[in-house]
């Protein structure tokens, strides 16, 4: 089945490490997001890429980094740099730019606890 | 600039009872809507989308939406809950303007369904 898969499910981290959550999709699809999800915040856009080897910042990119060498892949590493990570992150997809008609696949996220 | 606001954080109603979950957005375009719903612990599922076309919107699961320019509403309904209609529910506004980080996501209607 197509769809995207996120790893790991749950994570712990002690402060000041950094840490990467995997994100795969085997849909083909060109676009590849990064949401962050905060309790009664809604998603907020962390980074996201059109393309390989070109990712542009979203709303709240500071603190985190990411790589997008291959279509099927886009990797999240979250810095010590970012001082309040703990939280469920997202990864999504689309066959193309959202700004218009596109609807977003996700995975089932990755939460993330500093200890 | 957009905006979506989602009128009630909290929605509780009893099984087979009608749901309604309201949206008000705000965009300086002709806005792209849609419903996403999220179960516990999950990634987002996208339940409807309005693009321009018929302004009662069918989606998944027997829900439906219906884009009121005037009002500038999208709200959700269903005519009898189910048990397994518990969960998230975000209204998102993408600006055919913007670029692939148009999409604004609402905070969020937690759905409660009482037996």
């Known amino acids: 089945d197509g769809g995207i898969t996120q790893s790991p499910k749950y994570l712990f981290r002690k402060e000041g490490q950094n840490v990467t959550l995997s994100c795969e999709q085997n849909?083909?699809?060109?676009?590849m997001y990064w949401y962050r999800q905060d309790p009664g915040q809604g998603l907020r856009l962390i980074y996201y890429?059109?393309?390989?080897?070109?990712?542009q910042k979203g709303d709240i990119a500071e603190g985190y980094s990411v790589s997008r060498e291959k279509k099927e892949s886009f990797p999240l590493t979250v810095t010590s740099a970012q001082k309040n990570p703990t939280a469920f992150y997202l990864c999504?997809?689309?066959?193309?730019?959202?700004?218009?008609?596109?609807?977003?696949?996700f995975g089932e996220g990755s939460r993330l606890t500093v200890l | 600039a957009q905006s979506v606001t989602q009128l009630d954080s909290h929605v509780s109603v009893s099984e087979g009872t009608p749901v309604l979950l309201r949206c008000n957005y705000s965009?300086?375009?002709?806005?792209?809507l849609f419903w996403y719903v999220q179960h516990p612990n999950k990634g987002l599922q996208l339940l409807l989308k309005?693009?321009?076309?018929?302004?009662l919107v069918k989606g998944i699961n027997g829900f439906e939406a219906e884009f009121k320019k005037s009002e500038t509403s999208f709200h959700l309904t269903k005519p009898s809950a189910h048990m397994s209609d518990a969960a998230e529910y975000f209204c998102?506004?993408?600006?055919?303007?913007?670029?692939?980080?148009?999409?604004?996501f609402g905070k969020g209607t937690h759905l409660i369904i009482q037996p």
């Open positions: 999504a997809s689309s066959i193309g730019q959202l700004g218009g008609t596109g609807e977003l696949f």
């Open positions: 849909l083909n699809h060109d676009a």
């Open positions: 890429s059109q393309i390989v080897n070109d990712f």
């Open positions: 965009s300086s375009y002709s806005p792209s």
């Open positions: 309005y693009t321009s076309a018929a302004t």
């Open positions: 998102v506004v993408s600006d055919r303007g913007g670029g692939a980080d148009g999409l604004t």
